[in-house]
């Protein structure tokens, strides 16, 4: 009876796995049916701005030199109104006919600095940048704090007694720290009241022919950066770095230099008027004078006479 019962049992194995078998050799010549067809849409054509003529790299582009054409695919890139690129610089030749696309262009601060000025990096904390709540676009005021030299005026020195004055009046901040006008996301990494941390650098947006009293006083001294609203429109009219001559332009002025004499407002011709006793007459013939000899010393502005 138990004989029986195992091969019935064995008998069952063997027709599973047969039918299972088969059922795997029809799935594996059963081929999936064929997804239907997509109609294919034909994208609408779109009117692009491209060049009417050769737009050479470096100039600005004139609204004569753009015209409208359509496109498709559209360029990456690609701008619909020619208002939008005038007065923009190609970074490099865009020839006639092709679309004048955004990577093609000037971009980043080189865009934002003014004719007539300088983009120029100078180093700053927490403590000369009001304690980092400096934005790209804010304007602020350049003071400049310098420290009388050890001679000072009497040795003819080129800054004759500490002071702090301004140095520029109301330039615009380009940028501060990783902060750029373009990318400006107003909080740090760490989140804490918005304020950008361990700020360096920041780049102000300098006249030409300020740009050498800038450095300077950088070099020099230490500079400090005073926030102003930006409709306040005082300007100083006479600063140690405003220089104007009407035969010279900027750039002419700002490579005839400025002294550090100049910027701390010293004058050699005062200076140099230190008050020194005449020198001793010369001893008559026949040697000492009666009593013993004496030379006389000089030391700054005081003189004595030492016996020997």
């Not at 491209?50 to 100039?59: E, S």
């Not at 373009?182 to 804490?192: I, K, Y």
């Not at 006083?217 to 500079?223: I, K, N, Q």
């Not at 002294?259 to 140099?272: K, V």
């Amino acid at each position: 009876m138990a004989n029986n019962l195992t091969k019935i049992i064995a008998g069952l194995l063997i027709a599973i796995a047969v039918l299972l078998g088969i059922y795997a050799w029809m799935l594996g010549r059963s081929t999936p049916s064929a997804a239907p067809a997509q109609p294919t849409i034909a994208a609408n054509p779109v009117p692009v701005v491209i060049a009417a003529r050769t737009l050479p790299a470096g100039q600005p582009i004139a609204a004569d030199a753009l015209k409208m054409q359509p496109a498709s695919p559209v360029p990456i890139g690609a701008f619909s109104d020619p208002s939008l690129l005038v007065g923009r610089i190609p970074n490099k030749d865009i020839p006639a006919s092709a679309p004048v696309v955004a990577g093609g262009l000037v971009s980043g601060l080189a865009e934002d600095v003014q004719p007539g000025e300088r983009a120029v990096a100078i180093r700053v904390d927490e403590t000369n940048a009001v304690g980092n709540r400096l934005r790209p676009g804010n304007y602020v005021d350049v003071f400049l704090n310098l420290k009388r030299e050890g001679g000072g005026a009497m040795f003819d020195g080129e800054v004759s007694q500490t002071q702090a004055r301004l140095l520029l009046s109301k330039v615009r901040l380009l940028s501060f720290g990783d902060a750029t006008p373009d990318h400006d996301s107003g909080s740090n990494a760490n989140g804490s009241n918005g304020q950008p941390t361990n700020v360096r650098i920041a780049v102000l947006s300098v006249p030409t022919a300020q740009v050498d009293a800038l450095t300077l006083g950088e070099a020099s001294g230490r500079l400090t950066l005073a926030l102003r609203n930006p409709r306040d429109d005082e300007l100083a009219a006479q600063t140690v770095a405003v220089r104007t001559d009407n035969k010279l332009s900027p750039s002419a002025l700002a490579a005839a230099g400025v002294s550090l004499q100049q910027l701390s407002g010293t004058q050699r011709s005062q200076t140099a008027n230190v008050n020194v006793p005449p020198l001793p007459s010369r001893l008559p013939p026949g040697g000492r004078p009666n009593g013993g000899g004496g030379i006389e010393i000089i030391r700054g502005g005081r003189s004595e006479t030492v016996a020997y």
